[in-house]
């Protein structure tokens, strides 16, 4: 950590540990899915700016859905969107 974050990391405060499996609205998987149809028919909607609130997550990835990647790719796209409308 202290390679990436610089010796503050060092300073370790506290450290937090979950069992996914455990948890109740999770059940320890590591995405959501629709059902059959579900994509095609909502996916879009996910990615619809609400208001001033501009969706980003792994779920609403148009790549890479459900993995790190993705997660990463739809906070580029919420952040190029806001981006955008303050220009």
């Known amino acids: 950590m202290v390679r990436y974050f610089g010796q503050e990391a060092a300073k370790l ?50 790549v890479w859905m459900n993995y790190m990647e993705g997660a990463i790719r739809s906070g580029e796209r919420a952040a190029d969107e806001i981006i955008a409308l303050a220009r």
């Open 13 to 62: 405060r506290d450290y937090v540990e979950t069992d996914w499996s455990g948890e109740e609205w999770t059940r320890g998987c590591y995405g959501g899915n629709f059902p059959p149809g579900g994509w095609t028919r909502y996916g879009a909607l996910l990615r619809r700016p609400f208001g001033a609130v501009h969706w980003a997550g792994t779920e609403t990835s148009a």
